[in-house]
């Protein structure tokens, strides 16, 4: 069955540095890839979506990387500000197409 | 204007009751949702509907029964809770067939206390 894995439940930055978090899968290869941030007592709210045959995709000071080889994908928050502060949550299709599955999500802290 | 909106927000009940969770979309989406998260902040797909027809239905117990009276609604009953089923449960839509192809946009959750 699908396996997703984000590498760490926490990551602690200050302020101004590029927060870089990892999303791994195993055991097939998805053909859409999201990401996801939720804050505290609140629903999800997506940020960006990248495609298999998308290297690369950015939306501001957002980067998601997506390397089908490696099975992973890599999103960067440049110049972080504490209101960056939040769970970022990955996202896969599953092998049928009908559905999300969700990575247990990264727990982004940026410190003034 | 609330995109997708849940009631109610809070829900604290006994063991062995029946509850409704309501959900509501006026994004004009086909497909909706719902989605349990655990106490660890697992987020699961339980049910997909798409233009009132299930999906999706992720071995959830049959004590939990969506229904789906227009393709802007989409309730959720569960019949004899248990301590377990304590939760926040997120109903979310997408346009289009679910999938990872499509944006999904979530509610506020409904925040589920089974005593």
């Known amino acids: 069955s699908q396996k997703i894995e984000q590498n760490s439940e926490a990551l602690n930055i200050q302020e101004g540095k590029t927060a870089t978090l990892t999303c791994n899968y195993t055991?097939?290869?998805?053909?859409?890839l999201q990401w996801y941030r939720q804050d505290p007592g609140r629903g999800p709210v997506f940020l960006l979506l990248?495609?298999?045959?998308?290297k690369e995709k950015r939306k501001e000071r957002l980067k998601v990387t997506f390397d089908t080889t490696l099975k992973q994908s890599l999103f960067h928050i440049t110049a972080s500000q504490p209101a960056d502060s939040a769970t970022y949550l990955c996202?896969?299709?599953?092998?049928?197409?009908?559905?999300?599955?969700f990575g247990k999500g990264t727990t982004l802290s940026v410190s003034s | 204007d609330t995109a997708v909106s849940q009631t109610p927000k809070y829900l604290v009940t006994q063991m062995g009751n029946d509850k409704s969770i309501k959900c509501e979309q006026n994004?004009?989406?086909?497909?909706m949702y719902w989605y349990k998260q655990d106490s660890k902040k697992f987020l699961k797909i339980m049910f997909s509907?798409?233009?009132?027809?299930?999906?999706i239905n992720e071995t959830v117990p049959n004590r939990f029964s969506p229904k789906s009276p227009d393709k802007a609604h989409l309730n959720l009953h569960i019949n004899s809770l248990e301590l377990g089923d304590s939760a926040v449960y997120f109903c979310?839509?997408?346009?289009?067939?679910?999938?990872?192809?499509?944006?999904?946009?979530f509610g506020p959750g409904t925040r589920l206390l089974v005593l």
């Open positions: 055991n097939y290869s998805p053909a859409y």
């Open positions: 979310a839509s997408s346009n289009g067939l679910a999938g990872g192809q499509e944006t999904q946009y």
């Open positions: 994004l004009g989406h086909d497909t």
């Open positions: 509907y798409n233009n009132k027809e299930l999906i």
């Open positions: 996202a896969l299709d599953n092998q049928a197409g009908t559905a999300l599955i």
């Open positions: 990248i495609r298999e045959n998308e």
